[in-house]
């Protein structure tokens, strides 16, 4: 078999230095970096197990409204926490949309933001890949790309990142801690995942032993909360990667937009921050000319990387339905099919 | 012979008949619990561990591999190459008949399409057999692959699926055509599917000697062990096949294919008993799948909306080395009434593993594209769907001239269109909204299948203590043979369910045919049926020619066998107990035989299907395009129903793979290499539960007297044909889109 040390540290510290070691890798739920293992694609010499470092798993709600959410968080246990989830609706719907329930209970917040693509050229270990070998060249060009990127990509990488979660936390100004031997730093989220420009292996800024041991909400986002929804399409009803999705929250006031938050998945190979289309939207009136000018603004910049044109329109409708939705109001409970465009809409038809 | 311990008794077994009951899975216990015991749980003491290396290319040439490291890695006891593969008896290139398909077992170092096995790594553990597998890294000459339904010149096959002719013709359709008042004429493409069974293909060999026990999922035990003595040059008898269950075959276990034959030869190579399973992607290559398909529909009618051609030429690819031919263009052959009829088929030889029967082989491509076409022809008559079809009414079967053994499918469209609310349905397009806006269509698909026999036989026992023994090599892919022919051997020997044993699963059992072509029930269910009427005549001979007997004497009157006692059948208040009558004879048992085969009379004299009526509503996104089937409606005339629970099941999962065939299911190829991109159940998607929310099969009332004696036809691949086609038509019926090309993506509905 293909032998790897598997060490299971008691302390952040002690883990942090296990896993500066060349090859060596964290290990969480496994959710991916198992499918990964057995694939080839990943095969590190040293799994750092951090399962049982003491006080990563907590959701700490800050007085003023702020949360901070330790890495070892599961995504249903962080998606179901009543607190949680009603100052950061547009969060827990994302994370309700993404994989299985099983996987949910396993998967944990690090391994969110720490999961790899799932471009086929990636995973096909008879494909060149640069994102697996670097200089191999890009066998996702030229193949089988319609829900690769449109946005941000590069001649050596036209990959996506898979994440529902992280498109909300890019759009409510997320930041990530992480642990280094050099002590702790915090990277705002969008920040955090690299663009592939030339170097598509170096996928975040992390450096060898890092470790992300929470993410951070401010209390700002929560003033979102009213107007704040996550919308994921995909071609199966449920348990399907985003084709496209869209994170979007308004502040409102006085039935104008007062502020605006929009990030998009399945475009880029991180969450996309749409800025342009929040200014856009600053003091609008919430009506469908505003949200489709928003629309364009985030699609600004968007080009085929293939056979995917048609994504940079749908992209546009689901930036402007999110928004449609997100000025609806947030409902009462996540759907029954969170952020699923078969999800009843609260109140008036978003559709016309 | 059969140490598979099945709940005897459910809770609500009745007195009286067994056929006809709903009984639950008497092998539900079993694997609810995690006790059903599939191939890959059996590990025999000194089990060794196979591992497949297979190609990364489509074609060309393997020129090595890295032995050392392989053979070098802790654990690995032997990997096996064409130079050091045992030697085989039997060609496997050969084609002893139709049914032998080729299969790649080392035998050269040719390749000829991805994941082909190229080498087999044998260790102490799967994880080095795996590492093993991984460390070989094949060297390749490689040659250009040839892909897609353009990729190669087409040719023209001899015959199209089991043996029909690649065309055939009624009528004159160009004149049928030039005739007509309204014409259509359509090109509709299906892509590749996988079967992609929960179970991967597995087996676990062991020698001794030269006889052989092996477990392995199959739905053909005995062809299968015809195969192995063929390429082994050993006598049938000798091996032994043990497959009581399987997790899923759809035809990709029917016939032995080359991975088994691997695990077979590695136990020879290293003298140790050997498990081999497939990985989910290997399943991708030589274990077959259904071919892409591309058909051009050209219909007529007249000014009334009759039929007055139908024409269907299809294309499809096979492999280069083995011959399947979909045969998609042949539903139309009994389906709606028409003067004029023309199939035909062509085909391309791609770089891929060799097409196989995939649940309804040629029905379920054809249907979509014959139901999608009869759609847009009622919508160029101007008439509703339901009405089209009634007026295309086939009183005979159009190919043949011959009448229907039994035909309900009148009472299908009635029953199916009243439960769905048909009639309300507006007659234009991209009428009706939900609530929040969403689009929302109906549309609906006529379903069709051969009633098939294959021949399969039975033994039935009465045993001295008033119990019966029934045995057939039968096979449980998870539709329920465990309990369904249980119950036809408790009526066949006139005992109650919880007073026989059903010995099944085996290969030492009598041959029960294959399962497939959704004739396992009719064709093991009738041997059964007449071994236990032999069993039971024999009985009758005894009691009633013994002055003993309170049924000395009733030869011409007759018996009848009911809940363990023959009756006398003009005075039931005579009778006598099985054990009773046994013991009088002083026979510790008597046995039956029974086989179970089509009546080549009834087949020249009648056209033997089943029938069906899809209704189905999607919900459709204006804007986005995404699809979701929301409510199904089938109505299905297939003869007796011998488990209606079991039937339901069988037809909801058939509208299930309907709906994954419209929406969903389809291997991505990458065009330049011929390698599938999406080799697993993450991106090869098929429905999950919220992707029909509601489903509901209607068991529609059919007598037929002349399909087989006990009145069966199949229910295991109907339910497919009809719904994809009526997915396909209710997307249409929500946005006025016409997709003819499946699966229907959303970038095909949105516009842009």
Redesign the interface.
Known sequence: ??SFEFVRPATVAEAVAAASAPGAAYHAAGTNLLDLMKG?VARPTRLVDVNRLPGLDRIEHAPDGGVRVGALVRNADLAHDPAFSRRFPAVAEALLSGASAQLRNAATVGGNLLQRT?C??FY????ACNKREPGAGC?AR???N?LHAVLGWSGSCIATHPSDFCVPLAALGATVEIESKAGRRDVPLLDFHRLPGAAPERETVLEPGDLVVAVRLPAEAARFAAHARYLK????????FA?VSAAAALRMEAGRIAEARIALGGVALKPWRAHDAEAALAGAQPDAASFRRAAEAALTGAEPSGGN??KI??AR??VA?ALAMAAGGTPERVPA?PAS??A??PGA???? | MSDIALTSAPAHLRHGSSIGQPLTRRDGPLKVTGEARYAADNHPPGMLFAVLAVSTVARGRVLGFDLAAAKGHPGVVEVMTPVNRPPLAGDPDGKESPFAFRMDVLQNDRVRYPQQPVAVVIAETLEAATEGAALLAPRYEAEPARVGLDGAEPFAPKVVGAGNPASARHGDVESGLRAASHRLEATYETPAQYHNAMEPHAIVAAWDGDTLSIDTPSQGMALTQARIAGLFGIPPAGITIRSPFLGGGFGSKGLLNGPQVLGILAARLVGRPVKLVLRREQMYGPVGHRAPTRQTIRMGTDAGGAFTAIANQARTATSTFDDFIEPAADVAHALYATPALLTGHDAVRLDTGTPMFMRAPGEAPGSIALESAVDEMAEACGMDPLAFRLKNYAEVEPSSGRPFSSKALRECYAQGAERFGWSRRPLAPRRMRDEAGLLVGWGMGTAIFPALMFAGHARAVLKADGTGVVETGAHDMGQGAWTALAQIAADGLGLPLDRIEFRSGHSALPDAGLAGGSAHTATAGVAIDRAGADAIAKLAGLATRDRRSPLFGAGNAGVVARDGRLHRRDDEARSEGYADILARAGLGEIEGRGTGAADPAAQAAFAMHAHGAVFAEVKVDPEFGQVRCTRLVGAFAAGRVVNPRMVRSQYKGGMVWGVSFALHEQAVTDGRTGRVMNANLAEYHVPVNADVPSLEAILVHEHDPHVNPLGIKGVGEIAITGTAGAVANAVWHATGVRCRHFPIGLEQLIGV
């Open positions: 078999m293909n080839g799932r086929a050229y096909d270990l008879a494909s066998d030229g193949g089988e319609r399409v995909r071609e199966r009803t449920s348990y399907a084709v044109a048609f329109e749908l409708r689901i339905r099919l465009p078969f009843p809409a038809s978003v559709h016309v």
